[in-house]
């Protein structure tokens, strides 16, 4: 098979993005801000997590402690300017809301002891009615995380992001799997193997750097890496306008109002599901009992849509961000259920790393607390040339 080196229009040879998700399009999108040569190779951005995912931008809800409620505070610090460079290179809305977050409790000891409880307002069973009116009876305390909220990604931040990435020259292979990465004598990364959307042309693309960025699927290109998926189901409804403010975080269930009265419902959680597709009856009805539980007149909204997706899991819920067992080739995966939340800082990351820009004390301590090492890795060794599948 021979090496079809990928020729940018200048010359120079373009950098990889293998997935083109929501970390592959907001990483493509940075580095093309760069003037970086960038080429997504997209197996089907349709069943990309980032367009089945909820959008909330929610590290104090989802009570995350430790180092990743630091990786997800950094990133929803960066979201406004994040957003702001997106909606400037595309044209687009993407349906940012900062509408802060309620976390209900069934007592006031539960909410003293969420993990997060020192970011949020606490509320008792007036101050919860008064944020959620019509909230369900067993609900007597919450917690108001003002800082908190979620981004239109299914509908707007996606779209968006693909538009600014095409309009900084970004070049995109949809419907194109990359089957198996290809190392030269010295272990380091030089072709990325190719199958076509028919699956009928297989060819091999010369390049010196590369994104993992296959989300959910990412163990099938490199092994090594522990990602798994971590399936979820989905529906909408369709609410009064304004029915709804804030997002209303619950235990199985949350709630997500758009602007225009659609609400967002999630999610299952099914690591044993594997990429098993489609909906189960057991997984609907778990999401509308917690409907019925959260926001008993939301019971008799009309359902719109119902969808599932795979959260790109990790054995401690943490992503892996920046190099990897290959030289050549970085990682951009595992973000778990805040993919969207940790967008902005993962591509500021990974931008940072690949153009050699250098970092701050803050992105350097962020990247080595999230390196794939801490895993204790089997490191890939030059022996293990050719396709690693
Ligand atoms: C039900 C659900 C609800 C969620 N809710 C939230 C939320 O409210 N807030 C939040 O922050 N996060 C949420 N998430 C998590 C978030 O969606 C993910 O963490 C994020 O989308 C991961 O982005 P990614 O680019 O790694 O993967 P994806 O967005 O899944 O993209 C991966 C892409 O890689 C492509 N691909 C795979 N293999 C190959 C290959 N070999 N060659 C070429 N392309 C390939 C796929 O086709 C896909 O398009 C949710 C996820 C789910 C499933």
Redesign the pocket.
Known sequence: MTLTPTLSSDGSKALLV?????????IAHQLARRGRPVRV??????????????????PHA?GLTGDLLRLGQASLARIPGWVAQIEADSGLNCGHRPCGIVVPFQTSAERDAYPTAPWGTPLDRGGLEREIPGIGPRWQAGLLFEQDG??D?RRQL?WALERACAGLGVAFEEG????GLVRDAHGRLAAVD??DAAGAQRRQLACEQAVL??????A??LPELPVFP?????LSLQGPQQALQRVVFGPGT?L?PRDDGLI?V???SEPKAGFAEGLTPFGQQQLEAGIAALLPAAAQWPPMER??????GTPDEG?LLGASPIEGLWL????????????AITAELLADAISGDGYSAEQQQLLETFDWRRFNLRRATPDRRGSSR
């Open positions: 293998l997935g083109g998700g929501l970390m592959g399009l907001a190779i997209s197996r089907n951005r349709k069943e990309a997590a980032g367009f089945g995912a909820a959008g909330m931008l929610a989802e979620q981004i990604n996606m194109c799997s990359a089957t190719l199958l960025s296959c989300g959910a699927w990412s099938q290109l971590v399936k979820g189901q989905m949350y997500v967002v999630g999610a299952t969808w599932w997706g795979y959260r790109p992503p951009a995966t595992g973000h778990y259920r805040n993919g969207v939340l940790l967008a």
